[in-house]
Each structure stands twice: as C-alpha cells, then as structure tokens.
C-alpha cells in the first residue's frame, strides 16, 4: 500500500498552506540533523535522552517517521492540536526548526520497551491490529509511515489516551481517519490494543 502526503480537507486553508510549506518539501529538501539535535536539547526533559521517554504519559519521538513528527509539530504550533505541556514548546519553532528536528528524532533508535505485555494480550492483539486494520494504515510492523505514526513500543499510557481522545473526538486529527478508525474499539480493545503495542519490539 502506498500513501502520498494528505493534503488535509478538514483544516482551514491557513493551517492548510502552514502545513505544506512545512510538511510536504520534506523528502525534497536536505535536513540538517545536527542543527535538530542542538534544538532538540530542549526537548530531553519531557521526551527523554534522544527521544527515549521514560514518562508513562509522554510518548518516545525516537524512529518516528520524519513527516508524522514534523506534521504534529506544525498542528501544536498553529494551535490545531493543543496541549498545555506541548503547545509552548511549539510555539517558536521554523518550518526549518521543525524540520530539522524531526529528521534528528527519526534517525535515533528507539529503546527495546521496557514494559512486557500479558500473555492473553500478546495473541489477541495481533487479532485485533488485522481485525481494525491498524496494520494497513500504520504498517505491518506498526512502525508508521510517512504522516502516520509509529505505534510499537510507544508508552502504554499515552497510547491508551490517545485511543480514547480520538474515540471521543477530543484528540486533533488531520483528515480524519484516525478518529474514524478509533469509533469501533470498546474500552476493552483499547486496554488490549495499549498493553500490546506497548511492548511490540
Ligand atoms: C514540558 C514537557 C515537554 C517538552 C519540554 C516537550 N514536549 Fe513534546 N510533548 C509533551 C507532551 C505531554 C506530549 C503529548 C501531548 C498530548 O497528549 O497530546 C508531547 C507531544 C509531542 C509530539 C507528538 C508525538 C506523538 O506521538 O503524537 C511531538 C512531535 C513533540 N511532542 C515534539 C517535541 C519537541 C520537538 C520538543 C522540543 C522542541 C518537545 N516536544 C518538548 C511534552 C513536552
Ligand atoms: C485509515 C488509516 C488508519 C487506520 C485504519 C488506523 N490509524 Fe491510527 N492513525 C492514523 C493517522 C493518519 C494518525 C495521525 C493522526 C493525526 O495526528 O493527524 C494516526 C494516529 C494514531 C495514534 C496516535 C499516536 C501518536 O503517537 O500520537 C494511535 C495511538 C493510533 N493511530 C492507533 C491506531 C490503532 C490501534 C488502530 C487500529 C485500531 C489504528 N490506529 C488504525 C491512521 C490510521
């Protein structure tokens, strides 16, 4: 399955043009990954060291795909996502900047997760990524790609939030299709779908 860059139908066109001037040049363009890494700095408290979170409720950047990072930078700087944490740190960021530091986070591994899922889990999460297809947005391996996130072994917590905000259609979303996806998971599939993707290597 191939994906080309969503140009987004449910967002203003300020926010529209913002997002493509920022987002879509990305593959085209050189990164600077040294300049993200000085910016990055900044971002260590919160995300841990290279993107490692070790805060239940702050999710990992390390091996994000470049343009879902960039795309989520753009939408907390333009206000469309908001979080009181997140939003200021967003906030001062150039199209450059922003660039630059997600090609940093993308470049960096992610840590073997630390949490271990439960055995009931681990054989009806798989079921349940086919059954939704979460695979066939977020990949076979639930890596991500493109604008579309990694999910294998981001933090539990934060992943059981974000499920139950995009349910809810609390959780800012680009085009849609996460939150359309999200509506026919009960909250036992998200408690599965959080314990499992948490710990997937
Ligand atoms: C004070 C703590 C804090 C700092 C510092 C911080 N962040 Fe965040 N960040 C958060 C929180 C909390 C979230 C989750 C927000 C939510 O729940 O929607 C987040 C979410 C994100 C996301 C979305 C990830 C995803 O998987 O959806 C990106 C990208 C991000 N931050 C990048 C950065 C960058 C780049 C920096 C440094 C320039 C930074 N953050 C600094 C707290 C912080
Ligand atoms: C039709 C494609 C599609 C399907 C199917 C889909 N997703 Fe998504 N998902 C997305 C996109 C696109 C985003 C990014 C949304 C945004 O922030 O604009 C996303 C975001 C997420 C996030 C937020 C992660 C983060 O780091 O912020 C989680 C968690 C998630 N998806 C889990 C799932 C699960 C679990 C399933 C299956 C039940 C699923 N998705 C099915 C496209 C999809």
Redesign the pocket.
Same mark, same amino acid.
Request: proline letters at 5%; one cysteine or more; charged letters at 15%.
């Given at each position: 399955m191939t994906f080309t860059v969503v140009v987004p139908r449910a967002v203003a066109a300020p926010l529209a043009a913002a997002l493509l001037a920022a987002a879509s040049p990305f593959s085209a363009r050189a990164a600077d990954i040294a300049a993200g890494e000085q910016?990055?700095q900044?971002?260590a408290?919160?995300?841990g060291a290279s993107g490692n979170s070790a805060n239940p409720?702050?999710?990992? =950047?390390a091996g *994000?795909p470049a343009q879902?990072?960039a795309t *989520? =930078?753009v939408m907390?700087r333009e206000g469309q996502?908001?979080?009181a944490? %997140?939003s200021p %740190?967003?906030a001062g =960021?150039t199209n450059t900047d =922003?660039n630059n530091?997600?090609a940093y986070?993308a470049a960096q591994k992610l840590s073997p997760p630390k949490h271990s899922t439960t055995a009931a889990n681990a054989e009806a999460g798989p079921r349940l990524t086919q059954q939704y297809n979460c695979t066939q947005c977020h990949g076979p391996g639930l890596l991500g790609q493109q604008h579309i996130?990694r999910l294998a072994g981001?933090q539990m917590e934060?992943l059981r939030? *974000?499920l139950r905000?995009f349910k809810a259609s609390t959780?800012f979303d680009m085009d849609g299709q996460m939150t359309s996806a999200a509506q026919a998971l009960t909250e036992a599939d998200i408690a599965v779908l959080a314990d499992y993707l948490s710990g997937l290597k």
């Open positions: 910016k990055a900044a971002c408290a919160c995300h409720a702050v999710p990992s =950047l *994000q879902f990072i *989520q =930078l907390f996502r908001k979080d944490q %997140m %740190m967003a =960021l =922003l530091i997600a986070f996130p981001q934060y939030t *974000q905000g959780r």
